[in-house]
């Protein structure tokens, strides 16, 4: 890596809920830097949210994050002329990213509704355990595990 590394911003919490881990949220759905249209997009998620579970949206946004959340993941190593697939823990950041990045992929690969539906429809079967995040985060751990005779080259 050459010069140094650029430094960690804080990031300022969003203004309806004041929580930093949905500013970040609202960021990853922006788009071509439109924070408002973003803003609304999840504001109104956590709207239909509500209606449809009855339940606080913070705590099944909270829960949804903690299903999709991966614990390891694999990196392609090159040793001695072939590639490895080497099971590696996820560190913090790239886990919230990688989190945020399964809810709103799966989301977008919904058909037929406006975004704000298909991501309270992902993250209510986020938070039951279900859905195309919780799968590919199902994936991920499943390839780590089958590839577990490779660790020792981490």
Request: glycine share 6%.
């Amino acid at each position: 890596m050459r010069g140094k590394q650029s430094p960690k911003r804080d990031i300022d919490p969003d203004p309806k809920y004041n929580s930093t881990i949905i500013a970040k949220f609202i960021n990853a759905i922006m788009e071509r830097g439109k924070k408002t249209v973003a803003q609304k997009i999840v504001y109104d998620c956590f709207h239909i949210i509500q209606k449809k579970t009855n339940q606080n949206p913070l705590d099944m946004f909270d829960l949804a994050v903690r299903n999709v959340t991966p614990m390891v993941e694999v990196r392609s190593r090159r040793i001695g002329g072939s590639n490895y697939q080497v099971p590696v823990e996820v560190k913090g950041t790239r886990r919230t990213a990688l989190t945020f990045r399964w809810i709103i992929g799966a989301a977008a690969s919904r058909k037929g509704k406006p975004m704000r539906e298909k991501l309270a429809e992902e993250i209510i079967a986020a938070s039951k355990n279900e859905g195309d995040a919780v799968k590919k985060k199902q994936d991920v751990q499943r390839m780590a595990e089958a590839n577990r005779a490779f660790a020792h080259f981490a």
